[in-house]
């Protein structure tokens, strides 16, 4: 489980809305510090224009009229301000100051000869504000500040008008503690809202942090949703397709490296049977080359003058000469069938006649074996093929079964008609082939029974030759054994629309 600081290092939502709390949070702590200052020089600012904007009023007034004083007084006692005014000998014609009233002047005396403005002392914030007929003074006796501006009157006298510094102030600490309060208030709801925005602006990132997850481990299903025209509506597009590009790419690439395993496969088959062919043809020549060149040398050096002798030793170089020569005709159509050199032209014929014809050919080898041949195709049975290419696979079929029937000696050749295809099977009673041996009889030089051998003429390529045939064709071939033998079956077209369907 993640810590709390490591869990806020790694989230994003976390990360932004805390930059932006602190933001705020700076933005409101600064303002807050200034706010005193800059509320106490608006206040200030206002109380000047408000003072000399009374001291205006009451220099309009007309001197020596009875209710003039009345109307001073009260224009002071409304604003809360104090008006002194003095003559030009600086002796008070009226003050509102202290217990004065409306009657309070030289003309109605007041008991006091000296202006209160010149017992004040001039207070160190007066330089603060710096503004012109407006300064701070301080009175001895009370130790107050306050806010004075002095001008004349149009009858030369002087005005003074005064208004306490602790009223500005108590009224600026009191905004200013309302405005602590409402900023407390708008951070607290910024921070909901800051917290809902944040959350919406960061879900589509989250849910594209979770498709790219995916992909990384190779999952490309999830795909990003619609997130608008913007830029991380772009990226989330851009995502998907670099997705599905990177899926298909993927599965290419696994064809390709699945279809690349087959042909190493194929290839290391291919070299392994070229081995094995080599060995193979080398170990069927070494005999028969040995052979002759024995006898043939015995002749050369005239060993026996006896024609008899002579004769036998001809025979036997004849005999070998044969045999390599058969091998090597069927290693050259085994060659051919492979290379699929030779063009294919299939051809209409009757297999029924030339299976007939095949077995009273091999009729004298079947008497001489004891074999009984029970022919079970039709005579006018058609076929569409190769013809020489199927007489080949008959003759291998049936020479085959000849040299290993056995027991109840029976040879049975059989066709079953399909839709457009004809199976002909040729059966021999005898030994069943063993099942380690079922896929290796289709190679060349392979001898399931090492019994029947080079004696016989027999070099193991008849069913190699005979799978080349049928694979040329597109035709199925096979084997199984039966209950007292084995039966061998080939395919053959009836017409040229079973290579339309099949032949690939």
């Known amino acids: 489980m993640k810590s709390p600081v490591k869990l806020i290092k790694s989230k994003v939502r976390v990360k932004l ?3 932006l709390i602190a933001v705020l949070a700076v933005f409101l702590i600064v303002i807050n510090l200034i706010s005193y200052p800059i509320l106490m020089r608006a206040f200030t600012l206002s109380t000047y224009r408000e003072m000399k904007e009374i001291a205006e009023t009451v220099a309009g007034f007309i001197p020596d009229k009875s209710e003039t004083f009345f109307n001073i007084f009260a224009l002071a006692k409304n604003h809360n301000m104090d008006i002194e005014i003095a003559d030009m000998d600086n002796q008070i014609v009226y003050s509102t100051v202290g217990s004065g009233t409306a009657l309070s002047s030289e003309r109605f005396s007041t008991g006091s000869s000296v202006p209160q403005y010149s017992s ?21 006796i009370s130790n107050a500040d306050f806010f004075v501006y002095s001008t004349s009157t149009g009858t030369g006298d002087s005005l003074h008008v005064y208004y306490s510094v602790a009223n500005v102030r108590n009224v600026v600490e009191t905004a200013d503690r ?6 407390i208030v708008v951070v607290v709801v910024l921070t909901a809202v800051f917290f809902i925005i944040v959350s919406g602006f960061i879900k589509p990132v989250v849910e594209i942090n979770d498709v790219t997850k995916g992909m990384a481990r190779l999952n490309f299903e999830r795909k990003c949703n619609d997130y608008g025209e913007d830029e991380i509506g772009e990226l989330g597009k851009n995502i998907n397709i670099l997705s599905d590009t990177l899926s298909e790419t993927l599965e290419d690439l696994k064809d390709k490296n699945g279809q690349l395993e087959k042909d190493i496969e194929l290839r290391l088959a291919l070299d392994n049977a070229r081995k094995s062919f080599i060995s193979n043809v080398s170990h069927e020549l070494k005999t028969p080359i040995a052979i002759i060149s024995g006898y043939a040398e015995g002749l050369y050096e ?3 003058e006896d024609p008899a002798i002579i004769r036998e030793y001809c025979g036997i170089i004849n005999e070998e000469s044969k045999k390599m020569n058969s091998l090597v005709l ?10 699929k050199s030779a063009p294919f032209e299939p051809e209409m014929f009757c297999i ?19 074999i009984k041949v029970i022919n079970n195709v039709s005579g006018g049975l058609m076929c569409y093929a190769q013809r020489d290419k199927i007489e080949i696979v008959l003759k291998n079929y049936v020479t085959n079964a000849i040299a290993h029937c056995s027991g109840e000696k029976r040879i049975e050749i059989s066709s079953r008609a399909f839709d457009n295809s004809v199976e002909i099977s040729v059966t021999n009673t005898g030994e069943n082939i063993a099942d380690e041996d079922m896929g290796e009889i289709w190679n060349s030089f392979y001898r399931a029974d090492k019994a029947h051998g080079r004696s016989e003429n027999r070099f193991g390529l008849g069913l190699s030759i005979v799978k080349s045939i049928m694979e040329n064709h597109g035709c199925h071939y096979g084997v199984e054994n039966t209950e007292d033998g084995v039966k061998f079956t080939f395919e053959v077209a009836k017409d040229a629309a079973y290579y339309a369907e099949n032949k690939t």
């Open 17 to 19: 809305f805390a930059a």
């Open 120 to 140: 004040m002392q001039t207070s160190n914030d007066s330089k603060t504000y710096g503004l012109r007929k407006f300064e701070i003074k301080r009175q001895p």
């Open 178 to 183: 309302i405005y602590s309060l409402f900023s």
């Open 302 to 304: 005239g060993i026996n």
């Open 330 to 339: 069927e290693l050259l159509e085994l060659s051919k069938l492979e290379s």
């Open 352 to 370: 029924g006649e030339d299976i007939a014809s095949l077995i009273d050919h091999l009729s004298l080898q079947t008497e001489r074996a004891g």
